[in-house]
Structures are given as C-alpha cells and as structure tokens.
C-alpha cells in the first residue's frame, strides 16, 4: 500500500514533530471499550476540515456568511454521535487491545465522538492537499438530472462520489443555505433522498425541502466514514488517507458533461 | 407515500427473516398482472445503498482508498468496483467471505444470499457506480 505508507509516515513524522496532522479527518485520543456482549463504544476527538475554494468570476460577497453558516449546521449535525447495529466485522479482544484477524463478530457500535468542525477559504490550489476535503464554488452548473420519477431537475451542486470533491453554484447557495451542508454530506458518504414522504430531510433533493433533518442511520453512516476502518482506532491518532483530492477536483471541474462556469484564472 | 414506507420496512424484514431464494439467476424480477408482465424491478439508488449499508459491506471493504485491495489483500471497495458484474455476483453472492454469511456462519443473520434478484441487481450497480465516480447531482 505505498500511499497508505507515504500517509502514515508523514502522519507517523508530523507527529514527532509535534505539528498538527493535516487533512479532512484528524483524529485524537481514539479508544474502544467494550462491554463484553457485542457493543463497542468507540471514542475520540475528531477534527473535520472543508475547504472553500472561490471561483466565481464577480466575486461571492456572501461567501463568509455562508461558510458560518455551513460550519454551525454540520457542526450540529455531527454532535451527540451515533449508533449503528449489526455491524460485521474481526473479534475485537480488549486484553490484547486488537482485533483478531480469524475470528469474526457481529457489533453494535457507539460512536462517541467529538468533532471540532473547520471551515475555511483557500484562493489557490497549492493550498489543497490529497487528504483534503474541498468545496469549489462556480458561476453556474448545465449538468441536469432525472429523478425517479422522470422530471428533469437542474443541479445546484454536484459531489464527485464519497470522500471526493464538491461544486457548488453561488448563486444558488444563496438562495438555500443548507446546499453547501447537504454537498459535504455527499462527501462524507450520504446519497440522495428522493422520496416524496421524505420532504423534511437535509438529502431530500428535489427542491421542495420541507426540512433538514438527518436519521440516526444516516449520523452512523457517516460516523461510519469518518473513522473508516476500525483497526485504526487501536493507533490512538489518526488522519484520513489521501483521495487524490486535487487531481479528483482538476478532473471533475474540467469534465464538459458537468457544464461547469467558473472563472478559469483563478483555477491555477 | 405509506406504500413506499411499507415497501421498505417489508424490504429490511424480508431480508432478515426469508431464507428462500437462494442463488437464483440474476434476472429481472417479474409479476403477472391481470394478463400482462409486469416489469417491477426499478434501480432506485437510495435503496440500494441501504442495502449495501445493512450488509455492512463498508465495514471491511473500505472506501474511499485508492488502492484495490488492503493490507489483509481484502478488496477495497474501490477493489469491488473494479470487478465485473458476473465475477461480483459469484464472489459475494456464492463464494467468497469464508462462509461467514453462509446458514451456519458467524454472519447468518444477515445473510445477503437472502436478497431477492432485484435487490442483488441494484447492490451490484450501486457497488459499480461506486467505481465510475458518477457524480452525485444535488437540488
Ligand atoms: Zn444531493
């Protein structure tokens, strides 16, 4: 795994060097604790950062206010941790502080995580690293899509897969403040809701949101996200692994399929 | 609105209870309507993510790394996507995961051989998309 090395040396180095970790995802004071009949309680002290990243060809006025605004939302919807059941995977053995690569169980894990959430502009692409977490803000999106039911919509945001950069439009940000949450939640693993009897959630995407609220299954998913693979917690620190995230975002904005306009001089 | 309810808590019941059904073919599942086949298998991709999330699939074949496989040489999840389709079908659905989702293993209780054709089709695509970087529309 030569880039999980290269993470985890630099990680592993940034440590020594007693510097912050970098990256979309630091994680510290990660433990386990195990009551003995199936419920992990997983606990740490997570920092998420989303960088903005400017590329509207007039300027975006609004721009702070809106990343406050993100930041408080996301921050609230991460708070109070989450619950997921049923979840397979190596024996965790509490003496030996290790999962057991032969035997397997079926858990319920608690996440009890704290998260310290970050939001902050960056102007150039050298200020992005691979482990980043990005959202790009343009002028305008042509991409349309087809709901379930056949109607067209045009998108106010396109996330380029879990872990992978968003796009966002300006103007419509403005005009529903949640998007820039509901993007990041794309990237923190989330899909889109399209069901009609599902109008008050933050994924409902078809315009006539009713509300924002996000289900126990959906915190867990991302919890679930966040931490990835649970041998990881046995190191105590932690941070996400690199996603290519700029080669990711230079291939997304250039694809023409997504109709993106932006202001290509500031995209350097 | 209540079908689609319904519709999905039958969805996770079935999926836990049913042990019926098991390595049928992979074909569209089809109802005979007053005379007339009806096509009822729709790719509805929030569901199959709660199935894929259910399964807990993402527990060991984790996303988003780069790399195909993991130290342990388990697949990433982007290593899943990589397969195709029929090498997928006969490595989750039949083959792989040491008899672990097998009617005696560890994992029986959520034994994903219990999906019925449509369900199996919709994780199958939704684990591709996962490989194509299909971006993921917003409003
Ligand atoms: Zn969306």
């Known amino acids: ?268 | 609105m209540v079908s689609n309810i319904i519709r999905l808590s039958l969805g996770s019941m079935l999926f836990l209870l049913t042990a019926a059904c098991v390595n049928k073919p992979l074909s569209n599942q089809k109802t005979l309507g007053k005379g007339k086949i009806v096509d009822t298998c729709r790719y509805y991709r929030y569901e199959a993510g709660q199935i894929i999330s259910t399964l807990g699939c993402r527990n060991c074949h984790l996303a988003p790394d780069l790399e195909l496989k993991d130290d342990r040489g388990w697949p990433t999840f982007r290593g899943l996507a990589n397969m195709d389709s029929l090498k997928l079908i006969k490595y989750v659905f039949k083959e792989a995961h040491k008899g672990w989702y097998s009617k005696t293993g560890t994992f029986k209780a959520s034994r994903m051989d219990t999906l019925n054709d449509c369900e199996i089709k919709g994780a199958i695509q939704y684990i591709k998309d996962a490989g194509r970087s299909i971006a993921i529309p917003s409003q």
């Open chain 1, 1 to 268: 795994m030569p880039t999980d090395l290269i993470d985890e040396l630099k990680s592993n180095i940034s440590l020594l060097q007693n510097q912050p970790l970098s990256g979309g995802i630091v994680a510290k004071n990660l433990r386990i604790s195990d009551n003995g009949s199936g419920e992990l309680t997983l606990y740490g002290d997570f920092t998420i950062t989303l960088k903005v990243l400017d590329l509207t060809t007039n300027g975006a006025p609004d721009l702070n206010s809106l990343m406050t605004f993100t930041q408080q939302v996301i921050t609230s919807k991460l708070r109070g941790g989450g619950y997921k059941s049923g979840i397979n995977f190596l024996k965790y053995n509490a003496v030996k502080k290790a999962f057991d690569k032969d035997k397997t169980w079926t858990y319920s894990i608690r996440y009890n995580f704290n998260f310290s959430v970050n939001v902050i502009q960056i102007n150039m692409l050298n200020q992005l690293r691979g482990n980043d977490f990005v959202l790009a803000v343009v002028d305008s999106i042509g991409h349309q899509f087809t709901d379930q039911y056949g109607k067209r919509h045009y998108s106010g945001g396109l996330t380029n897969g879990k872990g992978g950069p968003a796009v966002i439009t300006y103007d419509i940000w403005k005009k529903n403040r949640y998007l820039g949450v509901h993007e990041f939640f794309h990237t923190l693993g989330l899909d889109d809701i399209e069901d009609h009897g599902k109008k008050e959630r933050l994924m409902y995407h078809l315009d006539d949101n009713t509300g924002q609220s996000i289900s126990d299954t959906e915190r867990g998913d991302m919890m679930h996200f966040i931490m990835g693979d649970l041998r990881r917690m046995l190191k105590g620190n932690y941070s996400n692994v690199s996603n290519n995230t700029i080669q990711l975002l230079r291939i997304f904005i250039n694809n023409k399929t997504n109709g993106f306009k932006y202001n290509k001089a500031k995209f350097r």
